[in-house]
Nanobody, 124 residues
Framework: QVRLVESGGGLVQDGGSLRLSCAAS????????MGWFRQAPGKNREFVAS????????YYADSVKGRFTISKDNVNNTGSLQMNSLRPEDTAVYYC?????????????????WGQGTQVTVSS
């Protein structure tokens, strides 16, 4: 069992930045790929970004490409999502997740473990 706890969410203005962190416990995340999803009110949970087990390969949704950067730290059992140039449409609850590989984390079905989520609100 892997327990994931997100932090770093909050309220930011249009064009601002936030850095989300994901702390894992219970088991090493080294064998897992890590990803981030988000869910806005009334919408399905959607893929944001993922990284391979080593962190050497990254994958992004088109809507965040060039603005968000995902990273994974196997030594400290953590991950992060740096979000720049935030827009009101980025407002959502953001979830950290781990799964067997980066590509399989493109959908929620590929997730083995979820965090509880952190709220990100971007005001216009």
């Amino acid at each position: 069992q892997v327990r994931l706890v997100e932090s770093g969410g909050g309220l930011v203005q249009d064009g601002g930045s936030l850095r989300l962190s994901c702390a894992a416990s219970g088991r090493s995340i080294t064998p897992y790929a890590m990803g981030w999803f988000r869910q806005a009110p009334g919408k399905n949970r959607e893929f944001v970004a993922s990284t391979s087990r080593t962190g050497s390969s990254t994958y992004y949704a088109d809507s965040v490409k060039g603005r968000f950067t995902i990273s994974k730290d196997n030594v400290n059992n953590t991950g992060s999502l740096q979000m720049n140039s935030l827009r009101p449409e980025d407002t959502a609850v953001y979830y950290c997740a781990v799964g067997p590989s980066g590509p399989t984390l493109a959908t929620p079905r590929g997730v083995n473990f979820w965090g509880q989520g952190t709220q990100v609100t971007v005001s216009s």
